[in-house]
């Protein structure tokens, strides 16, 4: 993780903004504590700022505060990611009907070549996992980019998509997942490119209930351990 000394006047922002990236980025990872006194001297402020980072990062569902404990990165219960998921399904499948009748024909090409290129990823992973680094390269926020909906948009690139980036390695231990997630997006990609909204919904949907399933039955033996 990167050290940053920040100025007084913007030091809230600038920490929030460095602890978001490696949480997403994994490089502080669910559960880890986030000692006030640690990130303070990391960061070279005092422990205001680095105070209010942490209570927009909880505000953002990225961090909890826990009585007697302080805070850490959240960790996901299989109630939370459920709700998360059930969210996703509308959100998802609605923006992959709209982005079947308002995609361009070259932008619908290149969702393809972008599934040719994870394709090439997911072979060379050990176990397969399906990771993607987000914005451009990440088949779902395209698709909500190309729904031309900035409400759908905001709500699933800013509120929806960091939260669900918590499960990230949970999800990738599915063995074979990745695969058949493949397979489930090029079929997305067919139906937008057809300007099929019905179908590129509806398989958008049965893809998050299938994604869920899967991620469903790890969390399940996680908290049975």
Excluded: C
Excluded at 153 to 168: H, N
Excluded at 199 to 207: S, T, Y
């Amino acid at each position: 993780m990167s050290t940053i000394a920040v100025k007084h006047g913007d030091s809230s922002a600038a920490v929030l903004e460095q602890l978001r990236a490696d949480i997403l980025a994994g490089r502080l990872l669910p559960g880890e504590r986030l000692g006030e006194v640690a990130l303070a001297r990391r960061f070279e402020v005092s422990r205001g700022p680095v105070r209010e980072a942490l209570r927009l990062l909880a505000d953002a569902g990225l961090v909890s505060f826990t009585p007697n404990v302080g805070a850490r990165v959240r960790e996901l219960s299989l109630s939370d990611a459920r709700v998360l998921y059930e969210l996703r399904e509308a959100l998802e499948a609605e923006a992959a009907r709209l982005a079947a009748l308002r995609a361009t024909p070259a932008e619908a090409e290149d969702l393809g070549a972008l599934l040719k290129q994870h394709a090439g990823e997911i072979a060379a992973h050990p176990v397969g996992a399906y990771f993607q680094s987000g914005g451009d390269a990440d088949f779902h926020i395209v698709i909500a980019r190309l729904s031309r909906n900035p409400l759908i948009l905001r709500l699933l690139d800013s509120e929806l998509y960091p939260q669900l980036s918590l499960l990230r390695r949970r999800h990738g231990r599915v063995q074979g997942r990745g695969r058949e997630a493949l397979i489930e997006h090029e079929r997305i990609q067919e139906a937008i490119a057809a300007g099929d909204g019905e179908l590129a919904g509806l398989l958008m949907r049965r893809h998050i209930r299938t994604s869920w399933t899967s991620l469903a039955g790890e969390l399940s033996q996680e908290e049975e351990r």
